[in-house]
């Protein structure tokens, strides 16, 4: 059985992550890894929602994908690259001594989106620094992957794609557990539909029912082609 892995999923407001990468989520949790969502902000304020709605509904999606999740505190709209920032999370990474973290892909019309990228590229930095007043002892997370879940009207380039199949529903479930932002409004409820469709377009790709993409800035080593033989071209 392949050791379990720590794992930190930071989203700038609740349902971020979710939106970017709710069936990764449910696949590592299903498998037995240590995932914790990290809500850089409490998401408000929005049209139809408030901080006690956004908080419920961050708790039942996040019960839907099996896994626990946090809230740093920054303010959402005002999000900065900030010394005091980046601490805050580099705690948050000695705590859970996170192997792995994931952030938004660095390229987005939103301002809060760009910054918390930022911050968490150079808290991982700073959470293997000695002699600096964080808790939890230092440690360099191996791996810093970026999800995709921009306000540009981009098409992902990834790095790689995880297979998602079997995990559609269960990601949909938690978009829709927030309430006041995919079903109150109407315009948003095209969203899930769209989010279905490029799954079932990035899982063509390798040849399985759907997929979720990822880019990796550092190269991702093989020991072997055992990870990639059986892959559909």
């Not at 709605?53 to 900065?80: D, H, W, Y």
């Not at 079997?166 to 109407?186: C, H, M, N, T, W």
Request: net charge negative; proline share 7%; aromatic share 8%.
């Amino acid at each position: 059985m392949p050791p379990m892995a720590r794992v930190l999923v930071f989203g700038p407001h609740p349902d971020d992550q979710e939106l970017g990468m709710g069936g990764t989520i449910a696949r590592m949790s299903r498998a037995g890894h240590d995932v914790l969502l990290v809500d850089m902000t409490d998401g408000e304020p929005t049209p139809h929602g408030n901080p006690e709605v956004r908080a419920s509904e961050a708790i039942a999606a996040a019960e839907l994908l099996g896994v626990r999740r946090v809230q740093v505190g920054l303010t959402n709209r005002c999000v900065e690259h900030t010394l005091e920032a980046r601490h805050a999370v580099a705690g948050i990474i000695r705590e859970h001594q996170a192997d792995v973290l994931f952030v938004p892909y660095a390229q987005d019309a939103h301002p809060d989106h760009r910054a918390v990228t930022r911050i968490v590229e150079d808290a991982r930095f700073d959470a293997k620094l000695t002699k600096i007043d964080l808790p939890g002892e230092p440690i360099y997370p191996r791996w810093l992957f970026h999800y995709y879940c921009t306000h540009l009207r981009i098409v992902p380039q990834p790095s790689f794609l995880m297979d998602i199949s079997g995990y559609e529903d269960v990601k949909r479930q938690a978009i829709l557990a927030y309430e006041s932002q995919f079903v109150v409004p109407e315009k948003n409820r095209r969203i899930v539909d769209w989010l279905e469709a490029a799954g079932r377009y990035f899982g063509s790709r390798i040849g399985v029912a759907s997929a979720e993409p990822f880019y990796a800035a550092e190269p991702i080593g093989l020991d072997d082609l055992s990870a990639v033989v059986g892959v559909s071209s």
